[in-house]
């Protein structure tokens, strides 16, 4: 039984395909072509690869020529006399390749269904559907399958709707009396599967006037399924990937489209079928894909897939034809819209009421023209205040506004705010971070904000009190009550106040907490209690000034609170204005350091030693490891001090300096020799001075008294030992002088002179006066002592001064040469000059020549420049005093100051702030 | 057995004129060697600097670019850049082969008293009258500096490099050693104004020179002070001091146009040089020969032993 079982079993068994030949004993299983090896060739043995585009891509005719092995050899000649070649008619396949003609060519020669007979997949609902569901399916593009097993033919059914007339794209059921494209399903009533009842339809739309013959019916429309499964992947609303379906059956990627512009339902057949009429290949094709090589549609592959051509609201069917597509005008049938949908739902106002008619859109006028005179400024009204305006007149108006006091409905809702408003129609607060601006103001601002309101409260009450005697004659009802009426009126409004953030009187505990009940008792409305919780102690006056100000208080909070709370938001983060970044460690105190270097005891008491952070990416170029790899800070550590520290600010008066200059100018006084030269910047006391820290400062301050005592004797000792070392001691003391004064200067003009520009150049004026105050006197001492002018080794700059103290009466170019030499390198060593300044006698001339040169090329260059400005300022103030000189030497400065200005006045390029100085 | 090592051969001084370098460029802001002594630039007050080989003085390059005089410059390692900053506030980058500038670094508020190349030429450090020291960047095209030492409360007028060190001389009378390596800034009150800086060839000791006529040798570590050497003049202008090539003398230009030289250790005058009548500005010492570079004026001089051949190839 179990052979016969087998043996039927055999006989069952259906076998597709040839089978494999036997293995021969020992023979090894061949290994598959791997992919990248296989080659397909074609019917003549060529391997068929690409060829390049004009030929399609493949090898065409012989070996891509025309023809035959021998060449190209017409057929239609013949070359014979008694035959003649009769005219044959070409059609296309004359023109085709042999692999065209083949069962997979463009025109194969075999027997092959037509679509005719074809059971295609004509039935478009049918597809759709399967469409769908092959994109909801698990496995996408299972529903092939049913293609692949699916019947070859016609269902009956089909067959049998065929016979009694039915067409593909028509819909099932007894025609209708209309156009078919304007059919449309009645919204409300969804019919899935089948055509909609005649009446139903019919009644629904009959607007249309067109030409419609009487006799003349149209096969109801193809209802669509509708597609109800739920959107459950991540892709883009209509994308369906690659249908295997599709890809199998050559569909169109234009039909995806059909899916959603359902409604072009004979466009689509007529264009879809004309394609499919064509034996088309199978092959993949999709968004996805390029068109392949065998690919005869490449039509759109550039076609960007737009928005326009999907829906973007949820909606019936288009109307119309769909020939017009998105963009043609839409027929707006149902032009009256719901009024429901923009009803309002919620709490009314009272007074108000909803509107029964939508209100028309909001027509916009334009603002009508001025008149040509007006002027835009308004005159306001006299207003009257309740403390200090005429009752009567008050009471009149308010009556003639029809506006009674007592009347609190009316009151409240005209007297309602925003927030009240909102806490009736029960909305939600806007999210403000801080219920009160005077949150947001420092403590500081908020202690005057107080004072300034208690004392305009003062003078108000003050006013109150004087202007109630007079007024209270014919005023009926009392202050008293008036004032109770607004408290009662406050104590409505405050309802919504939650004071809980809002600590007015923060800085007195107890005030706060009687406030804060003051204000409770407000909300319950127990106006009675509220002297309750003020002070027992308090006098009755105080008792009511604090009672007024808790009211101000709140009312001040309830304008503020929500209005502006929303506003705001609280910084994250703290700047604090008051503090500076300074560096942590300071150089510490040069007096100290003065001291060692007289002493010559270098070593701790002259170094500094700070932590210093190099820039990472230095320490990477200088190849050195970072000493601090886990500090983001470069440089010296630096800590934040008070701004407005007051040792910030103190700069004590340098006990040694202002001694020095004492003693500088007693010198001045008796030698009248030497006067303040330039400021220059590297006085270094004052500048490490300002920068010193309090503990240095207090020191230094203390150490003055010893100072004075023991600075004087430092420049004479200097001066004398210079002075010994030196074959000129006169000239070498005055550097030294100079260099002395320099370091002494008071920081008063270095500052002028850095910020001021006016003073700068008034100061820098007044310094070249002194300047040339000094040149004569030296030159005069010169001549006294009847020095060789000439020595090769005394200073330049000496010399330099000397020379224009000599060249003096001859020419004025030389001395504004060199004060714009000066004023070139001002900070700093000087740069040597460029030539040799000892025979200077010889070099005079050329030295001249060279500097004008100089001067011209620079005055060519810098003419805009204000520096440029100020040096002109000076060549003329220059002249102009060496004018002045002539006449008068020994004038004061002053009067060469205002000849100077006068001299000025006729120049070109003075600065206003100039002329409001003088 | 270990035989006793040779005598050290008796330190020369330069005394002798060997070359003069009529320059032609204004006024000599500076004279520098390059990393190997071969070569030498001259910085001039016509905005130029000049290559040139001062052992057989002959000009070799012209670099214009600066917008001002250039007053300071330095050469890179291999010899195939040249870093200048002059008056006109920048610090320029030349290419050396072509003349080209391949970077200008500006930044500066004012003019730039001296550049250095670090080791690697990857970092030009510039220091600055607005009393900056600027860090700039050869390798990255950042426009900005990668750091900027302005403790400095005056005018910087001599910068320094070591291998991790940076060593500033500024016009408030300190001088500044910025350690890398161990993260720390030494600040040394000298209290005159400070006009060059410069370390030992061994690398422990400072030499500075400041405005009071005095050079002052530092030890490096503890700002002890280890010498102190006077006798020149140097009053008014930023001067340059060196050390010689065995680091047994130390020099100093002088207003008075000369170039004078102590014994280091001594501290006793050694020599005084006359060069010329002017203001001796720029000194520059040979890193390997007694071989100096003085620039006086318009012209630069150099100087060799007196046991030097003239005619002899300068080793």
């Known amino acids: ?918 | 057995m270990a035989f006793p090592r040779p005598r050290p051969a008796r330190p020369e001084l330069p005394r002798q004129r060997v070359q003069t370098l009529q320059c032609g460029q204004g006024a000599v802001r500076a004279a520098r060697f390059n990393a190997d002594g071969n070569y030498c630039l001259t910085c001039g007050s016509d905005k130029t600097l000049k290559l040139w080989n001062p052992h057989k003085g002959t000009a070799l390059r012209t670099y214009q670019g600066h917008g001002y005089e250039v007053l300071d410059a330095a050469g890179s390692f291999d010899n195939s850049q040249i870093c200048s900053g002059g008056a006109d506030k920048a610090v320029a980058l030349w290419d050396v082969t072509t003349g080209q500038v391949v970077r200008k670094y500006r930044g500066h508020a004012g003019k730039v008293n001296c550049v250095q190349f670090n080791q690697e030429a990857t970092v030009i450090v510039s220091g600055s009258i607005d009393s900056t020291v600027r860090c700039w960047d050869c390798r990255s095209r950042r426009p900005d500096p990668i750091q900027v030492l302005d403790e400095a409360k005056d005018g910087i007028s001599s910068v320094k490099l070591s291998a991790h060190e940076i060593l500033t001389g500024s016009v408030d009378g300190r001088v500044r050693r910025y350690d890398l390596r161990t993260g720390q800034l030494c600040s040394d009150y000298i209290g005159s104004p400070i006009t060059s800086v410069c370390f030992s060839k061994d690398g422990q000791c400072v030499l500075a020179a400041s405005l009071d006529s005095t050079l002052r040798l530092l030890d490096k570590d503890t700002g002890e002070l280890l010498g102190e050497y006077t006798g020149h003049r140097s009053t008014t202008y930023r001067l340059d001091c060196v050390l010689n090539e065995q680091d047994t003398h130390v020099g100093c230009a002088s207003e008075d146009g000369h170039v004078y030289f102590w014994d280091l250790v001594e501290g006793s005058l050694a020599l005084s040089l006359p060069v010329g009548q002017g203001v001796v500005q720029s000194l520059a010492f040979h890193p390997r020969l007694p071989c100096l570079l003085v620039a006086t004026q318009g012209q630069v001089t150099l100087w060799r032993e007196d046991t030097f051949q003239p005619e002899g190839d300068p080793s």
């Open chain 1, 1 to 918: 039984a179990a052979v016969e079982s087998s043996d039927s079993e055999e006989e069952d068994l259906v076998s597709y395909g040839s089978p494999l030949q036997p293995l021969q004993e020992g023979e090894r299983i061949k290994k598959p072509v791997p992919l990248q090896e296989q080659t397909v060739k074609d019917a003549k043995g060529r391997y068929q690869r690409f060829h390049g585009a004009f030929t399609g891509g493949f090898s065409a005719g012989y070996f891509n020529t025309v023809g035959t092995k021998e060449g190209w050899t017409p057929s239609a000649f013949v070359s014979s006399r008694q035959k003649r070649a009769d005219r044959t008619v070409l059609g296309p396949e004359d023109f085709m390749d042999e692999e065209d003609l083949s069962e997979f060519g463009i025109a194969p020669k075999d027997i092959t269904t037509t679509d005719d007979f074809a059971s295609n997949a004509k039935d478009r609902i049918k597809e759709k559907a399967r469409q769908i569901a092959g994109v909801v399916a698990p496995i996408p593009g299972t529903t092939a399958f049913d293609d692949l097993i699916g019947p070859s033919k016609i269902t009956i059914g089909v067959e049998l709707l065929r016979k009694m007339g039915w067409k593909e794209g028509q819909g099932i059921g007894p025609r209708v009396k209309r156009k078919p494209c304007r059919q449309k399903p009645d919204p409300t009533v969804k019919i899935y599967g089948c055509a909609l009842p005649p009446g139903l339809s019919e009644g629904s739309e009959d607007e249309e006037d067109d030409y419609q013959p009487e006799n003349v019916t149209f096969a109801p429309k193809d209802v669509m399924p509708v597609d109800l499964t739920p959107k459950e992947n991540v892709h883009g609303l209509g994308y369906k990937g690659l249908d295997p379906s599709q890809a199998l059956f050559g569909v169109s990627a234009r039909e995806h489209l059909n899916l959603f512009t359902g409604g072009s339902e004979e466009t689509s057949n007529l264009l879809g079928d004309v394609r499919h009429s064509k034996g088309r290949k199978l092959g993949i094709t999709g968004q996805a894909f390029g068109v392949g090589a065998l690919e005869e549609e490449d039509d759109d592959i550039y076609a960007t897939d737009t928005l326009s051509k999907y829906d973007t609201v949820l909606k019936d069917e288009e109307p119309g034809d769909g020939l017009y597509g998105w963009t043609a005008p839409k027929q707006y049938k149902s032009k009256k819209r719901p009024e429901r949908e923009f009803k309002y739902i919620g709490k009314v106002l009272a007074g108000f009421s909803l509107a029964s008619k939508s209100s028309s859109p909001i027509k916009v006028y334009p603002p009508p023209s001025l008149p040509r005179n007006y002027r835009p400024v308004h005159y306001f009204r006299p207003v009257l205040r309740a403390g200090n305006a005429n009752s009567h007149l008050q009471k009149a108006l308010e009556e003639s506004t029809g506006k009674l006091e007592s009347d609190a409905t009316h009151q409240s809702r005209h007297a309602l705010n925003a927030a009240q408003r909102r806490e009736q129609l029960g909305e939600t607060e806007l999210k403000g971070p801080a219920p009160s601006i005077l949150e947001y103001l420092s403590e500081k601002d908020r202690e005057r904000l107080k004072e300034v309101k208690q004392a305009s409260e003062q003078q108000m009450k003050a006013k109150i009190v004087s202007q109630q005697s007079p007024s209270s004659r014919f005023q009926s009802p009392s202050p008293e009550d008036a004032t109770n009426k607004w408290r009662m009126q406050l104590g409505e409004q405050l309802v919504n106040a939650g004071s809980s953030d809002f600590k007015p009187f923060a800085k007195n505990p107890e005030k706060q907490k009687r406030y804060e009940n003051f204000v409770k008792s407000l909300k319950q409305g127990e106006k009675d209690r509220l002297e309750r919780f003020l002070d027992p102690n308090m006098t009755e006056w105080e008792r009511g000034r604090e009672q007024e100000e808790f009211f101000r208080a709140a009312i001040f909070y309830r304008s503020s609170n929500s209005t502006l709370s929303s506003r705001f938001t609280r910084a994250k983060y703290e700047d604090d204005v008051d503090k500076v970044e300074v560096p942590r460690d300071q150089e510490n105190d040069i007096d100290d350091k003065e001291t060692a270097v007289k002493m010559k005891m270098f070593g701790k008491l002259t170094r500094d030693n700070f932590e210093w952070h190099p820039d990472k990416l230095l320490c990477k170029r200088f190849n050195v490891r970072d000493p601090y790899p886990d500090s983001s800070v470069v440089g010296l550590p630096k800590v934040k001090r008070d701004k407005y520290s007051v040792f910030n600010f103190l700069t004590v008066a340098e006990p040694t300096t202002s001694v020095t200059q004492a003693t500088n100018e007693k010198i001045q006084e008796s030698s009248s020799l030497n006067k303040p030269k330039k400021s220059s910047r590297w006085d270094v006391s004052d500048k490490e001075k300002e920068k010193k820290d309090a503990i240095s400062e207090f020191i230094s301050l203390a150490r003055s008294k010893a100072d004075v005592q023991q600075q004087p004797p430092v420049p004479a000792t200097e001066e004398c030992t210079t002075g010994t070392t030196e074959t000129l001691p006169t000239v070498v003391t005055d550097e030294d002088k100079n260099q002395e004064e320099e370091s002494r200067r008071p920081p008063m003009d270095l500052f002028k002179a850095i910020f001021v520009s006016s003073s700068d150049e008034k100061s820098s004026s007044s310094e070249e006066e002194s300047d040339e105050e000094q040149q004569p006197t030296t030159s005069e001492r010169e001549s006294e002592t009847t020095k060789q002018v000439d020595i090769p080794d005394s200073s330049s700059s000496n010399l330099q001064e000397s020379v224009t103290a000599t060249t003096d009466s001859g020419t004025s170019s030389l001395p504004t040469s060199k004060q714009e030499l000066d004023a070139t390198e001002e900070f700093g060593p000087k740069l040597p000059p460029a030539f040799s300044s000892g025979r200077f006698c010889k070099h005079l001339d050329r030295k001249e020549k060279h500097r004008k040169i100089r001067e011209r090329h620079k005055t060519k260059k810098e003419r805009k420049r204000k520096k440029e400005k100020k040096k002109k300022h000076k060549k003329q103030k220059n002249k102009g005093k060496h004018k002045n000189k002539k006449s008068e030497k020994d004038s004061s400065s002053d009067t060469t100051d205002s000849s100077d200005s006068l001299s000025d006045m006729d120049t070109t390029g003075l600065s206003p702030k100039e002329l409001l100085r003088r």
